[in-house]
């Protein structure tokens, strides 16, 4: 029941705005005195070394932290499918501000800094002890989570 609770409210929420996920962990490690399990869905995106420095305070303090990065396949590719348009107004989902840039010439250089910052995020998440999974928003959740918790099951044995 618990369950089927908590995925009913992911279902129905709705962003809006920014976040200030680190500030919120830190009050979540205040708040818990018992061992916890503290699962994380985000796309770490948003100042991501407080974000990883507030999940490890929690895991330091014993609780077991699990990240699901959850990216869009876009963010992870950076394909736009605007290559050999010239110049394009790109727009911030969340921020709403724009600027023209030809994707062509930059889709490599955001690539390569894509590639650096996730490695960045992995090796910050290993340093902490936190389990971080990266999954595309274009992914079943079901196979998401069957395939981690397969994973865990093998890792104990």
Same mark, same amino acid.
């Given at each position: 029941?618990?369950?089927?609770?908590?995925?009913?409210?992911?279902?129905?929420?709705?962003?809006?705005? #920014?976040?200030?996920?680190?500030?919120?962990?830190?009050?979540?490690?205040?708040?818990?005195?018992?061992?916890?399990?503290?699962?994380?869905?985000?796309?770490? $995106?948003?100042?991501?070394? #407080?974000?990883?420095?507030?999940?490890?305070?929690? *895991? *330091?303090?014993? *609780?077991?932290?699990?990240?699901?990065?959850? $990216?869009?396949?876009?963010?992870?590719?950076?394909?736009?499918?605007?290559?050999?348009?010239?110049?394009?107004?790109? #727009?911030?989902?969340?921020?709403?501000?724009?600027?023209?840039?030809?994707?062509?010439?930059?889709?490599?250089?955001?690539?390569?800094?894509?590639?650096?910052?996730?490695?960045?995020?992995?090796?910050?998440?290993?340093?902490?002890?936190?389990?971080?999974?990266?999954?595309?928003?274009?992914?079943?959740?079901?196979?998401?989570?069957?395939?981690?918790? *397969?994973?865990?099951?093998?890792?104990?044995?």
């Amino acid at each position: 029941w618990h369950l089927l609770s908590i995925c009913q409210v992911l279902e129905s929420a709705r962003p809006a705005g #920014r976040t200030d996920v680190a500030g919120v962990l830190n009050e979540l490690a205040a708040r818990l005195k018992r061992r916890s399990l503290v699962v994380l869905i985000g796309d770490l $995106l948003d100042e991501p070394e #407080r974000t990883l420095s507030a999940l490890g305070q929690i *895991h *330091h303090r014993g *609780h077991e932290v699990i990240v699901f990065q959850v $990216l869009d396949p876009r963010e992870m590719d950076f394909d736009l499918g605007l290559a050999g348009r010239g110049v394009t107004v790109i #727009r911030d989902m969340e921020t709403g501000e724009e600027f023209e840039a030809e994707p062509a010439l930059i889709r490599e250089l955001v690539r390569g800094e894509i590639r650096r910052f996730l490695q960045r995020l992995d090796a910050g998440a290993r340093g902490h002890g936190i389990d971080l999974l990266r999954c595309r928003t274009d992914e079943a959740v079901e196979r998401v989570l069957t395939e981690y918790l *397969h994973s865990r099951m093998r890792g104990r044995r």
